[in-house]
């Protein structure tokens, strides 16, 4: 190879990336100009060789428009930077696209800025030009089998990911309710009762009964007897007593409440509790069974705490239907009365 | 780096846009403010045959560090009457200015762009709710207003009779001229609604 040659053709690199559609390898371009160069029978022995013959057809466009390819290379300017040809020198000039006209080149290093805007770190995204829609042809270096499959890897896991948590959180949810159940058994039936019924029951029906017992409560919750209750107690007397209360005449307007989620937990969550304590304290000595003991305990709570709910519910609605909106005070003397106390 | 091709990038800009042709007709211009880079002033003029023809509209150009790899952030400084402009704060809505934005435009094609859009309103992608139902169900109402407004803020040289009348017999009971100009205009012209805003109960 002939020394001179390879530095005039190193000093001219923007002439061979004219030539050539600029994502082939630069190194294979050069040899390939260098050959085309060297003499016209090397190109003829090569003939069937099919790199050959584009560095002939190469060759061909150069010799048979050479002013069409000089005026284009002298008023580029890259659409980035919108640099001009002789203002950032040195700088590698990029056709990438189906561009044509004064949008059609651009600097290497401005491409690659936009690209990397557009692609925000992932970097085997495509990108296409924003005038043209062209892809941009991206060439990644071979990085091996073993960053493949990291990448596919990285990427399965990222998509996992949110189905893993929501399904942990379903899992916690569920083995909450497992140990609130297991523990509510053995509150109301006692310590060591509850233990010996758990290790006689088959598993699978205590992995369904356990966490079933806090949603039977909450769901218990939300029944809100004492409200109906409270709204049709005049219905429910007379048909209770029929020959000491009349039927009711007409139903009366009722200030609905509502009820808030966390309310309706908190009260199911803490009612076994609260029935064991009430039954220990009301019938402590009277009655052996643990179990007999919270459901008498749970029944005189539950038949207490509706008894004034009802009534404070009946009350509330009394203050509700007496409410009245009032006129304003008058307030006219005050008003003239204002300026002059001012002047004085 | 980033900072090097804004500043860079913008200085060629502004010698485009003293070069270019459109300027001498006085179409469309910049200028830097307080010699800064990242701070413009652009003007356009209302395209001819529109609701804003003749008036001179004032846009603030903010340049982001990443320019040109971000859009620049432009607002009208002049308010305008537009379904696309919100009629509170400037604020434009225009893809190109968002996500369609490309390094290879510029001030100059984005500001022939916001001229365009002046031009030809796109309803079905409103910035301002109350001016794009108007646009949509009172056409001759909105070309009125818009009338009125490029006349009383950029402006233009006619303006709308009726719409002055109305003006006047609210300033005339008291409240800020441009008060009565918006709530009037955001109320359909309807003198009653207007006072009701400007002086609730």
Partial sequence: MDPEMTTMIDAAPSTTSLVKPDHKDT????????????????????????????????????????????????????????????????????????????????????LQQWIDSQQKGTVTMPVTCPQCGALYLLKYGSVGAIHRILDALERSINKGCPYMAGICLVGATYWTAVSYGALTVMQVVGHREGLQMMERSDPLVLLIALP??????????????????????????????????????????????????????????????????????????????????????????????????????????????????????ETRNADTQAPDDMFQ | MATNMANTRIQRELAEVARASDSEKGIVSLEALDGRLDHLLGVIMGPPGSPYDGGTFKLDIHIPVEYPFKPPIIKFATKVWHPNVSSASGAICLDILKTNWAAAMTLRTVMISIQALLGSPVADDPQDAIV????????????????????IHAGAPTSVAVMDQKVAQMVQMGFRESDVQDNLSWNGWDVEKALEKLAPG
Avoid at chain 1, 64 to 86: H, I, K, M
Avoid at chain 1, 229 to 234: E, F, L, P, V
Avoid at chain 1, 299 to 315: A, H, M
């Fill in chain 2, 132 to 151: 794009a139902g108007q646009f949509k169900s009172q056409r001759s109402l909105f070309d009125q207003t818009a009338r009125y407004w490029a006349h």
């Fill in chain 1, 212 to 329: 079933s017992i806090p949603a039977c409560l909450i769901w218990a919750k939300m029944a809100r007897w004492e409200d109906w209750a409270a709204r049709n107690w005049r219905w429910l007397l007379h048909s209770v007593c029929p020959w000491v209360f009349e039927q009711p005449a007409e139903d009366f307007l009722f200030a609905d409440q509502h009820t808030s989620p966390s309310r309706i937990l908190c009260g199911a969550l803490i009612f076994p509790t609260i029935a064991t304590l009430i039954g220990r304290f009301l019938l402590g000595r009277r009655v052996r069974s643990n179990l007999n003991r919270t459901i008498l305990g749970g029944l005189v709570f539950i038949g207490v705490k509706g008894i004034l709910r009802i009534y404070y519910k009946l009350k509330h609605n009394e203050q509700y239907q007496k409410r009245e909106i009032m006129d304003a005070p």
């Fill in chain 1, 27 to 110: 190194s294979s371009l050069r040899d390939r100009l260098i050959g085309n160069a060297d003499l016209e029978e090397s190109l003829g022995a090569k003939e069937e060789n099919a790199e050959a013959e584009t560095s002939l057809a190469a060759r061909a466009t150069m010799t048979s428009y050479p002013s069409l390819v000089d005026t284009s290379v002298l008023d580029r300017q890259c659409w980035v930077c919108f640099a001009g040809e002789d203002e950032e020198p040195g700088q590698r000039w990029l056709r990438p696209c189906r561009c044509r006209g004064s949008t059609k080149w651009v600097h290497y290093l401005c």
